[in-house]
């Protein structure tokens, strides 16, 4: 019982840190765009509401896939410090 308790933990992990991965990778896209845009308006001021379109749909896909990360997030954890507590030291 104990070893199935911790096989399940283990894999909560690795779900766990895939995710934090996933993060880390719709943050740096975010992060990218938003640094992109503001070069594009420096470069080509007159261009700025071309740029604008294309770059709130980003941030809008990025912000629903942050959401729904950190949401898994949560839920992971809660589940990790659940398992915690099942298993006997």
């Not at 399940?8 to 779900?15: S, T």
């Not at 070069?39 to 261009?47: D, N, T, Y």
Request: charged share 20%; net charge neutral.
């Amino acid at each position: 019982m104990n070893d199935k308790l911790e096989i399940e933990k283990n894999v909560l992990d690795l779900a766990y840190q895939r995710n934090l991965y996933l993060l880390n990778a719709i943050l740096f896209i975010g992060v990218g765009t938003i640094i992109s845009y503001f070069a594009g308006i420096i470069v080509s001021p007159e261009k700025i509401y071309e740029y604008s379109i294309p770059v709130t749909v980003v941030i809008i896909i990025t912000y629903v896939l942050y959401s729904k990360v950190d949401k898994n997030l949560n839920d992971i954890s809660k589940k990790i410090n659940s398992l915690i507590l099942k298993i006997p030291e």
